[in-house]
Nanobody, 125 residues
């Protein structure tokens, strides 16, 4: 599967952005999906994950209540709605797909098999 991330940009603190990840190739409904981010000089970190069916989601504590991850398997897309953005959310965001037989989500980046190119999110104070 090929993943194409989009929706990044520059926004002021308190603003919103919506990241999308479009999957091509094998249908995305076969995959659990996740978003990770990496800021300059820092390691890549988990942001949010969703199960194949969409019924299970996980978020890193720092984004809970602000970010919402959803998926549309008919359109082979996952969307990360980011509200009340903070300067510390500034990073390159990556979507990833995980092959799994289970309808579960994972926060572990090493369990993901396919990665999209990153999309830059910059939040100004």
């Amino acid at each position: 599967v090929q993943l194409q991330a989009s929706g990044g940009g520059l926004v002021q603190a308190g603003g919103s952005l919506r990241l999308s990840c479009a999957a091509s190739g094998r249908t995305s409904s076969r995959y659990a999906m996740g978003w990770f981010r990496q800021a300059p000089g820092k390691e890549r970190e988990f942001v949010a994950a969703i199960s194949k069916g969409g019924g299970t989601t996980y978020y890193v504590d720092s984004v809970k209540g602000r970010f919402t991850l959803s998926r549309d398997n008919a359109k082979n897309t996952v969307n990360l709605q980011m509200n009340n953005l903070k300067p510390e959310d500034t990073s390159v965001y990556y979507c990833a797909a995980r092959i799994t037989s289970f309808n579960s989500a994972s926060t572990d980046q090493y369990q993901y098999h396919h990665w999209g190119q990153g999309t830059q999110v910059t939040v100004s104070s």
